[in-house]
């Protein structure tokens, strides 16, 4: 039965004020995503045999319409936008990745503070009285 099938999603998700962590978090985003397209559509390049080369593509996003499309950004922002796309996808479960690239240790170890301790309890408290 269709309406039994459990929907998850996998979202790019980041948290900060910081413009420069942004950034880069958006940066390794668009790496990944360059990568992960390369290897399914079987054209990925490697000079050494093992590092896969990365390289542009005409659909890259711009680091603005990642901004827009993803729940990055302040954390009210980014609560913002998991609601929202909650409330469109209705999803039964969600992970978020929020590790991407080269940060270090003290810089997760607060994003999963933040996201512990404000996001992941006001998305709750908002869908709590949404389904009241």
């Not at 039965?1 to 998700?13: A, G, P, Q």
């Not at 290897?39 to 590092?51: M, N, T």
């Not at 980014?78 to 990745?97: G, T, Y």
């Amino acid at each position: 039965n269709v309406t039994d099938v459990k929907i998850s999603l996998l979202r790019c998700c980041y948290a900060s004020h910081d413009e420069l962590e942004i950034n880069s978090y958006l940066d390794n985003a668009r790496f990944q995503r360059r990568l992960s397209e390369a290897l399914h559509q079987r054209r990925q390049q490697s000079h050494d045999g093992y590092l896969l080369q990365e390289t542009p593509t005409q659909q890259d996003l711009s680091f603005e319409t990642m901004r827009k499309n993803l729940p990055i950004g302040s954390v009210n922002r980014v609560i913002d936008r998991l609601l929202e796309e909650i409330d469109i996808l209705k999803p039964d479960q969600i992970a978020v990745q929020t590790q991407l690239g080269d940060f270090d240790q003290k810089t997760m170890l607060r994003q999963i503070e933040l996201w512990g301790d404000k996001i992941i309890p006001a998305v709750n408290k908002a869908l709590c009285h949404a389904g009241s």
